[in-house]
């Protein structure tokens, strides 16, 4: 027996449909060990549980009859399709992963990927990012991707540098103060 699928739509759309930019094109797909491992369990719950008993759901309210009346039905299909675009996108951005411990560079002055930075503008605002993978950062965690502008503007700078941030109110200079890494093994 076929399993419903709920796959009526094509490939188009699955980064948008996650609420994730796209990556820009010919840019890789950063990541750290952490962040790998949640999305890939994330997958694996997706295909091992989800999706089998949302298969379960839509086979036994096809039996029930007239399908174009059936809640169950309906929704099983629309959240089988939701659960197979959620699949295809986290299994194309695994597949494209470059997983980057951030931890290599513990102890490091120079910002790179996965360094939390604390840096400070002209008006003695301080504030604390740390640099993520574009499918694992969390604003309101403080986590911003490593194609965000601040991140860009962040990269190979050191402790004591300035550099230019390009915000939609101008253009501002900002200073590093600190820069930490996860101790390796941590």
């Known amino acids: 027996m076929k399993e419903p699928s ?9 980064e948008e449909a996650a609420g994730l930019p796209p990556l820009p094109p010919g840019a890789r797909n950063y990541i750290t060990p952490a962040g790998y491992r949640r999305l890939r369990a994330e997958l694996m719950t997706l295909l091992d549980a989800e999706r089998p008993k949302m298969v379960e759901v839509v086979s036994w309210a096809a039996k029930n009859g007239d399908r174009s009346e059936n809640g ?3 929704y099983g299909k629309k959240r089988l399709r939701e659960i197979d675009r959620r699949i295809r ?7 494209i992963a470059e997983v980057a411990d951030p931890s290599v560079h513990h102890g490091n002055d120079q910002v790179f990927f996965g360094a939390t930075v604390s840096f400070g503008n002209a008006a003695g605002v301080e504030r604390r990012v740390t640099i993520k993978g574009i499918d694992e950062a969390d604003s309101l965690q403080g986590e911003v991707s490593w194609v965000a502008p601040i991140a860009r503007a962040l990269l190979k700078a050191r402790v004591g540098d300035e550099v230019t941030l390009v915000t939609p109110l101008g253009v501002e200079r900002i200073e590093v103060l600190d820069v930490r890494y996860p101790a390796p093994g941590a």
């Open 6 to 14: 709920g796959n009526d739509d094509g490939d188009d759309g699955d």
């Open 72 to 74: 169950d039905y309906l």
């Open 89 to 95: 996108f986290l299994t194309k951005r695994l597949d």
